[in-house]
């Protein structure tokens, strides 16, 4: 009866109407509809039904008709159904599937279950087609000791490219475990910007060994990037450009390219020298394939270059990629003379690890390249002690004026004493409000040290107006709420007026605290991020009790 009902449903469209009717059949026997349903019906009533349904009906359906319905969904909806299926049932329905249904559905846990069944038959063009960022997540899953074999079935490409992807600790097991013919083997595909990377994280015994297995040309272009510090444009920068001369014509220009591209690591913006290899201009490859063959490149090349100094902070380069919209960025000698490019995915990986930097600065932790699941709980306390001691005995000093203007306030009212959590709180918020402003406006070159007065002024009336307003608040909550409400004794109008007043100058030095610390910090060539909110939030309550406790007794004694 369901079953008639269904077809009739779908013969009228009514998708939604068919949805329930499959649910009352339930997945076994809506399976079996679906193996006579006409095809035209199958993409409109899979997307109306439950994804959990859709799931459940899935795996019991042929490899034939598990195909069609995943080729007919989107990927979202995709997501949405194989989120219902187990690992286990889609690494059965994989073996029998297209290799492009296969690629829409493995996971990663789907591919380490391939491989831990040693199924590289399916698992093979499946990581072929790939990204390497995604290779190397399966590489995290995988044991130490078929890390070697996991790696050997990759294409040489592909395995070079994950090679750069790994984590490096990952990175090192495997290299321990390859032969040197399989180490020189990578380290030939590698790019000279990703040999660096690699050798910088390495100890002393992996990195003989990767020089041993580079070629004399790729060891000279490492010891020379080397010997830049390691914070400057020069030690991010790679020498793999293509360079032209202004003589050159526009097809003897795509002859050196065609060449040469194939070591380059890009050719998107090609860097015009003279003799001496002094920077004269660029030219874009779309500039070139829109000209004429016989035009001279002096005559199309942008002379207005924008490069970097060797000596120049990576933090700048990478935020003047960022800016203008480069894919690379010419970097130059003190004689102007071009030494190499700094690109943007190396300039994309600069400002995560800034950013991941002044984040765990501002959060009072020692800055940390690990993964957080891969660092041992020693590793955690060792990041995070050492500030943790600084801001522990810093609050001591609160205690000390806590301890100074107890007895006094508790004479005077006890009810006080019982607004000072409230009166640090709001000051520390405050304070680090205006620190993450400034702070971040610095990182953004949006703000530069000789502005502070401008920032002083700025933060001084947004102050008075954010204090007047929380000072108003919290009067009305004394009064109404815990006088009225809750039936407190002591809230008289005089006292809440004080608790309001020493608020109102609370938000306001912490306000100026907030953002004259960070530019302070700038001007002293110090991070703005070490004094970002535990650094200041510290001070601000040991200035908020002063404010507090002095104004009260200044009133009320």
Aim: proline fraction near 4%; glycine fraction near 4%; hydrophobic fraction near 45%.
């Amino acid at each position: 009866m369901e079953e008639k009902n269904l077809n009739e449903l779908l013969e009228r469209e009514d998708f939604e109407g068919a949805a329930d009717c499959a649910l009352r059949l339930g997945a076994e026997e809506f399976a079996k509809v679906l193996e006579t349903l006409p095809e035209k019906y199958l993409q409109p009533l899979c997307r109306a039904l439950d994804s959990d349904f859709l799931a459940e009906t899935l795996i019991l359906l042929d490899a034939p008709l598990q195909s069609k319905i995943i080729s007919n969904l989107r990927d979202d909806e995709l997501q949405d159904v194989m989120d219902g299926v187990s690992v286990d049932d889609t690494v059965e329905m994989i073996g029998d599937m297209p290799e492009k249904i296969v690629r829409r559905i493995a996971e990663k846990e789907e591919i380490v279950r391939l491989f831990e069944e040693r199924r590289f038959s399916v698992l093979k063009p499946l990581l072929a087609s790939m990204n390497a960022t995604d290779v190397a997540a399966v590489f995290e899953e995988v044991e130490d000791e078929d890390l070697p074999v996991l790696f050997r079935i990759l294409p040489k490409d592909l395995a070079a490219d994950t090679f750069v992807e790994l984590d490096k600790d990952t990175r090192e097991k495997l290299l321990h475990k390859l032969s040197d013919l399989e180490v020189k083997a990578v380290m030939d595909e590698l790019f000279v910007d990703d040999t660096v990377d690699v050798i910088e994280e390495m100890p002393a015994n992996v990195v003989k060994r990767l020089l041993a297995a580079s070629d004399k040309e790729t060891r000279d272009y490492v010891n020379e990037i080397l010997k830049y510090p390691k914070d400057s444009a020069g030690s991010i920068m790679t020498v793999e450009y293509v360079s032209l001369r202004p003589a050159m014509t526009v097809n003897e220009a795509f002859t050196r390219i065609r060449r040469t591209a194939i070591d380059k690591e890009t050719i998107y913006t090609c860097y015009v020298t003279d003799a001496a290899n002094k920077l004269l201009g660029c030219v874009s490859a779309k500039t070139l394939m829109i000209s004429s063959p016989e035009t001279k490149i002096s005559e199309i090349m942008d002379e207005n270059v924008i490069y970097a100094h060797t000596e120049d902070d990576r933090e700048d380069v990478a935020r003047k990629i960022s800016n203008y919209g480069f894919l690379a960025l010419p970097v130059v000698d003190n004689e102007r003379r071009l030494v190499g490019i700094v690109t943007v995915d190396d300039a994309m990986d600069v400002i995560q690890e800034e950013n991941t930097e002044d984040i765990a600065k501002m959060a009072a932790m020692t800055p940390t390249d690990t993964p957080y699941l891969k660092t041992s709980v020693w590793g955690i306390w060792k990041n995070r002690i050492p500030w943790l001691l600084v801001l522990m005995v810093s609050a001591t000093f609160t205690g000390l004026i806590l301890n100074t203007y107890e007895a006094r306030l508790s004479a005077i009212s006890p009810v006080l004493f019982a607004c000072v959590p409230m009166m640090m709180d709001t000051g520390g918020n405050a304070g680090s409000q205006a620190s993450v402003t400034v702070i971040r406006s610095l990182a953004l070159n949006e703000l530069k040290t000789s502005d502070v007065l401008k920032v002083v002024w700025k933060e001084f009336r947004a102050s008075i107006l954010l204090g007047l307003t929380l000072g108003a608040a919290c009067f009305a909550k004394l009064m109404l709420i815990d006088n009225l409400l809750f039936g407190f004794e002591g809230y008289t109008p005089l006292r809440c007026g004080v608790v309001a007043s020493a608020l109102v100058l609370t938000v306001i030095v912490a306000k100026l605290v907030g953002c004259t610390l960070p530019l302070l910090a700038k001007k002293c060539r110090l991070d703005p991020a070490v004094v970002a909110s535990p650094f200041i939030t510290t001070i601000v309550d040991a200035i908020s009790l002063i404010i507090y406790c002095n104004l009260s007794v200044l009133i009320l004694a």
